[in-house]
């Protein structure tokens, strides 16, 4: 022991000044960090609070894709964790973190037919500020597992034309499978909705 004190006092006082400093900084964060751990476990959760389900925009496409595809059942805000499971690897065990690349992620609109509840198609409407690259590893994730996905740009309004657009030969293959479907007329004329979700009413 007597041989390191020897060399501690030969170092220069810098030296010296600086490794207890050192390991006063070390004593301390080894003192403080459970402290911190504690503190932040203890700290009460903030009580949830309700918000709106759907944008406007979205609300107003969700209405539009009814009036189109009266035929199908619309479901809004999926998870794809409802869509998607993860793949099995040989010899590997599965793991919870498995499905985490997509267990967040939520699908916009998902389309199914009641008869059958296979899911027909997924749309995603893009965002003005959302990130590309997202979008195209999102795209990729449900085309891989065979999904159809239908994207509808931020500059599209949301109105009975778009969605018409977007989805009408979906719309078009159904009437043709099954002629006497039930389904609601289009509309003549603007929708009266459409201007109070887009913005010009």
Do not use: C
Not at 2 to 13: E, K, N
Not at 92 to 113: M, N, T
Not at 118 to 143: C, G, K, N, Q, Y
């Amino acid at each position: 022991m007597s041989y390191y004190f020897d060399q501690l006092g030969q170092l220069p006082l810098g030296n010296l000044l600086l490794a207890i400093g050192t390991l006063v900084v070390l004593r301390f964060a080894i003192w403080i960090a459970p402290r911190i751990r504690q503190g932040i476990r203890d700290r009460p959760a903030p009580v949830p609070v309700s918000k709106p389900f759907l944008t406007n925009r979205k609300h107003a496409m969700l209405a539009a894709l009814e009036r189109v595809l009266p035929m199908y059942r619309i479901h809004a805000q999926v998870s794809m964790g409802a869509l998607l499971a993860p793949g099995v690897i040989p010899g590997r065990r599965p793991r919870a973190s498995d499905s985490d690349a997509f267990g967040q992620r939520i699908v916009d609109f998902v389309i199914v037919d009641p008869t059958s509840s296979s899911v027909v198609a997924l749309i995603e409407m893009d965002e003005r500020f959302a990130e590309p690259d997202d979008d195209r590893e999102h795209e990729a994730m449900t085309t891989r597992a065979g999904y159809q996905m239908i994207r509808i740009s931020s500059s599209d309004r949301a109105t009975v034309a778009t969605a018409q657009a977007a989805v009408g030969h979906l719309r078009d293959s159904a009437l043709a499978a099954t002629p006497t479907v039930a389904r609601l007329p289009m509309p003549p004329h603007v929708w009266p909705l459409e201007g109070r979700f887009n913005g010009t009413r």
